[in-house]
């Protein structure tokens, strides 16, 4: 059965989120010593928001006792791409999320995983969307590296998703669904999220990528290029697409593949009541092909479209 990851960035969020459905959290701690070096422009988990971290290693020890007695697995994101003078520190937290015997620490990038690798600490690892996973070539160096889950980039397709997996079947696989879906590619993002908050303003887009950019598509000489291409492209470049991403209709294919070992769901910013609906609604539609086994494609994606349309 596909499993449900879902963000946590509050201890008190255990208990509602496992008992509507969550199979595992992703969460991170912004140590006082990393806020204080770096502040929260420069994140230590690709988040910027102050609110999508748990506050303390304290706080991380409670969702981790907490989440042990729903049996709810806790990964931990230290997924940023981070400066050499930074990787002493990020092998230091790593022993500490070891020793807490967190379930899994996420990374990600291919310097993050050889100083933990070299570091010998023998730390569950998996590499998130940082770490650019666009065939089955490159699961198979990460695996090699220790890496056991890979979590793959979101704007994969299901029929690439398929066959990175048929390609390279050991390794667990973890794939977006709801939420988040950047029209960028997370490991090559350099823009600079955040910085209107650090500096006290409060512009109506905090997003240095999901501002209303004037995009222009450029034709081939003496070529001319579709309208509908050309509407679809500007489509793809709204910011509303990272803001509420969509992907359950891909789930009447994506639970049919052998080898998705979870479904990733955006938002550890999020208020509780928000990851709760968002939790629900991945949840109502993974079970649905179960609980209506005859249910064809057509109708599956119309549901999904509807319940969208209407969340």
């Not at 639970?255 to 991945?282: A, P, Q």
Request: with cysteine; net charge positive; hydrophobic share 35%.
């Amino acid at each position: 059965m596909i499993k449900i990851a879902s963000p946590l960035s509050k201890s008190r969020e255990v208990s509602l989120l496992a008992k509507a459905g969550a199979d595992e959290f992703y969460c991170c701690v912004a140590p006082e010593q990393w806020r204080n070096s770096y502040g929260m422009v420069e994140s230590i988990s690709r988040r910027n928001n102050p609110f999508a971290h748990l506050s303390s290693y304290e706080e991380l020890e409670k969702v981790l006792k907490l989440s042990k007695k729903y049996g709810v697995k806790v990964h931990v994101a230290l997924n940023e791409t981070y400066h050499r003078e930074q990787m002493d520190y990020l092998v230091k937290q790593v022993k500490i999320l070891y020793e807490m015997k967190v379930d899994a620490v996420i990374l990600g990038d291919i310097a993050s995983l050889l100083a933990v690798r070299e570091s010998k600490i023998p730390v569950r690892l998996f590499m998130g969307t940082g770490g650019t996973i666009f065939n089955s070539e490159t699961v198979k160096l990460y695996h090699s590296l220790g890496v056991e889950r890979m979590i793959l980039p979101r704007h994969l397709n299901v029929i690439e998703i398929e066959r990175i997996i048929s390609r390279s079947p050991d390794p667990e696989y973890e794939v977006f669904i709801f939420r988040g879906l950047c029209p960028y590619i997370d490991g090559f993002c350099r823009f600079q999220h955040g910085i209107n908050e650090t500096l006290g303003r409060k512009p109506r887009v905090d997003l240095s990528c999901a501002l209303r950019y004037r995009i222009k598509t450029l034709e081939e000489p003496g070529k001319k290029m579709d309208p509908e291409r050309k509407k679809r492209i500007k489509k793809l470049m709204s910011p509303r697409q990272s803001l509420t991403g969509c992907g359950l209709c891909a789930l009447y294919d994506l639970v049919r593949i052998k080898g998705i070992t979870s479904l990733k769901i955006v938002g550890r910013e999020f208020s509780t009541n928000e990851k709760l609906d968002n939790l629900k609604m991945v949840k109502r539609f993974l079970d649905m092909p179960e609980k209506n086994p005859g249910i064809e494609r057509e109708e599956y994606f119309r549901e999904c479209r509807r319940a969208f349309l209407e969340f």
